[in-house]
């Protein structure tokens, strides 16, 4: 069986804002033999976009640093704004096993990406996750927080080195966060407000750092083109915290303060069980088993 593994690159870049140097990272990312661009996702609000790579690891490795480098070239974050933290060009490289790869080999892969992007590009990194070399490194809020402003004075704090680089960020490109991890689901709740407080109360209570979902990761935002509020989220373990947990508690949340959902979306490619796993809640379907009743699932089994 083939190895393959997912690369999920996000750049402080949108297609709104840049049109240019956006379709120069999607050319770029096209550009490498041996990994495919299922997915790309750009915000205007975020002033950022989200690539879902998948390929050979190789292949993977290859079009990362590329893309990484690219970034370099084209974004200067010492002009970025956006609603969402970033602290580089390419602000997060994560790597996620798909098939016949381990989370032990993703986590080798970041290492050599990032030792490639130091002696090549001088950009510093953090690993993060299941790559991370410390306990607080793991979470990559963490690592962000200062962001790109703040970063040059948190690299020389005792504890905030980095793991590849010296202790100063690129000057235009920031600093790097690269890592294994599993799966993601990048889930947001949209507010009929435009009351950017209720949705940063709402992410407050939910997000796991906060006393909330453990594997839930969570901030408000605006969107301003639509003047609503929104509650963006990073599941980071959807069996440990499935979706329709978080939505129904962003519900009860919102309705404390008057406040009803418009809808939700999901950025980028998502595990199909996430999805499945809400159907079944919802419909209350009893002793039910994805894997024997589920089409599709018979049909990858046939291939295979």
């Excluded at 050319?27 to 205007?44: E, H, I, K």
């Excluded at 594997?215 to 980071?236: D, H, P």
């Excluded at 490619?269 to 919802?282: G, N, S």
């Amino acid at each position: 069986m083939a190895k393959l593994v997912e690369c999920i690159p996000n750049f402080s870049v949108s297609r709104e804002r840049d049109e240019k140097v956006f379709q120069g990272l999607v050319d770029t990312a096209n550009s490498v033999p041996g990994c495919t661009l299922f997915d790309v996702q750009s915000d205007g609000n975020h002033n950022r976009c989200v690539f879902t790579l998948i390929g050979a690891p190789q292949a993977i490795e290859e079009v990362a640093f590329q893309l990484c480098k690219k970034a370099m070239e084209t974004i200067d974050m010492t002009k970025h704004e956006g609603q969402h933290p970033r602290m580089g060009a390419t602000d997060v490289i994560p790597f996620v096993p798909q098939m016949d790869v381990t989370v032990a080999e993703c986590v080798e892969m970041s290492k050599r990406v990032a030792q490639r992007i130091w002696d090549e590009l001088q950009i510093p990194s953090f690993l993060y996750e299941d790559s991370a070399t410390r306990p607080e490194r793991k979470n990559l809020a963490t690592c962000r927080k200062g962001q790109f402003e703040g970063m040059p004075e948190k690299l020389l704090q005792p504890d905030w080195a980095p793991d590849y680089g010296e202790r100063k960020i690129h000057p235009t490109a920031g600093i790097t966060a690269i890592g294994a991890r599993m799966p993601l689901v990048a889930f947001n709740v949209n507010l009929n407000t435009s009351d950017l407080e209720i949705a940063k109360k709402i992410a407050k209570a939910i997000r796991g750092s906060s006393g909330g979902f453990r594997s839930c990761k969570a901030i408000g935002i605006m969107l301003e083109e639509r003047n609503i509020a929104q509650v963006s989220m990073n599941m980071v373990n959807y069996e440990d915290t499935p979706l329709y947990y978080t939505y129904e508690m962003v519900r009860v949340l919102a309705e404390r303060y008057g406040v009803g959902i418009l809808g939700t979306e999901v950025v980028g490619l998502t595990p199909a069980k996430a999805l499945i796993d809400c159907a079944e809640h919802y419909l209350r379907i009893e002793n039910f088993d994805c894997k024997k009743q589920v089409m599709e699932y018979h049909l990858i089994d046939m291939n295979n």
